[in-house]
């Protein structure tokens, strides 16, 4: 496994866990480099400029992994909108989006298939390599699959 690289950047957002919390940490993205694959891993995060300049200081990124869901206008800067989402990964450079952070459990007030339908619909009319594993479905980096919308028809 080549050694993660951090954008060294801080920037400033909301972080914590609880009401009483706020701001005692940072949130944290990441970068992984092993042989010829580099995979980025957002973390928590609300929409900032530098996924542009990260993109290009790490690049190519040949999976993003970018959290999707538990959005609010009320807290911009604690998560992406599905719009954000994909902005990030285009400018980001990346090569396939893969949604993280959603349809586990509700945190905010948009129903828990509202991010998946988003982020699909704007990827499919991009014509952006998207991937939505199933929770617990294994994706193995240079194998080919077949991305489903396995959310349609859950209650």
């Known amino acids: 496994m080549g050694r993660g690289r951090g954008h060294g950047r801080a920037r400033a957002a909301l972080s914590g866990r609880t009401l009483w919390d706020r701001n005692k940490t940072l949130w944290a993205s990441w970068s992984i480099a092993s042989g010829a694959e580099r995979i980025f891993f957002s973390g928590d995060t609300g929409y900032f400029p530098g996924f542009r300049e990260i993109g290009q200081r790490l690049g190519p990124i040949d999976i993003a992994l970018l959290e999707n869901g538990a959005y609010d206008s009320g807290w911009p800067t604690v998560h992406l909108t599905p719009e954000q989402t994909v902005q990030a990964f285009?400018?980001?450079?990346?090569?396939?989006?893969?949604?993280?952070?959603?349809?586990?459990?509700?945190?905010?007030?948009?129903?828990?298939?509202?991010?998946?339908?988003?982020?699909?619909?704007?990827?499919?009319?991009?014509?952006?390599?998207l991937a939505t594993p199933e929770i617990g479905e294994v994706l193995t980096l240079g194998k080919p699959r077949v991305n489903r919308r396995w959310w349609e028809g859950l209650r």
Request: without cysteine.
């Open 90 to 129: 285009e400018e980001l450079g990346a090569r396939t989006l893969y949604l993280v952070h959603n349809s586990t459990f509700d945190l905010a007030f948009h129903g828990w298939r509202e991010p998946l339908e988003r982020v699909a619909a704007i990827a499919l009319a991009k014509g952006i390599a």
